[in-house]
Nanobody
Framework: QVQLAESGGGLVQAGGSLRLSCAAS????????MGWFRQAPGKEREFVAA????????TYADSVKGRFTISRDNAKNTMFLQMNSLKPEDTAVYYC???????????????WGQGTQVTVSS
């Protein structure tokens, strides 16, 4: 089993940067693919980025490609989302998730953190 905990959210101005972290614990963490999702008030939860376990394969939503970067540390127990050139439409609660498969559907992910709020002012 895997437990996830996000951190690093906050309030930033448009054009600024923020780095989110996702700390993972559990015996089988290394076998999971990791992803980031976000949900704004009144909106559906949407895919942001994913990173395949044991490889360099990454996937990004078109809305964040070129601005956001997903990565992990060398111990594979922490995942990051570096967010640059932030826009007001990036405002949402951001969630990290773990899955046995690689994909963009939220239903594919079995483990979720509680979320961290990101607010971008204009």
């Amino acid at each position: 089993q895997v437990q996830l905990a996000e951190s690093g959210g906050g309030l930033v101005q448009a054009g600024g940067s923020l780095r989110l972290s996702c700390a993972a614990s559990g015996r089988t963490y290394r076998q999971y693919n990791m992803g980031w999702f976000r949900q704004a008030p009144g909106k559906e939860r949407e895919f942001v980025a994913a990173l395949r376990w044991g490889g360099d394969s990454t996937t990004y939503a078109d809305s964040v490609k070129g601005r956001f970067t997903i990565s992990r540390d060398n111990a594979k127990n922490t995942m990051f989302l570096q967010m640059n050139s932030l826009k007001p439409e990036d405002t949402a609660v951001y969630y990290c998730a773990a899955s046995v498969g690689m994909g963009v559907a939220a239903s594919m992910y079995q483990y979720w953190g509680q979320g961290t709020q990101v607010t971008v002012s204009s």
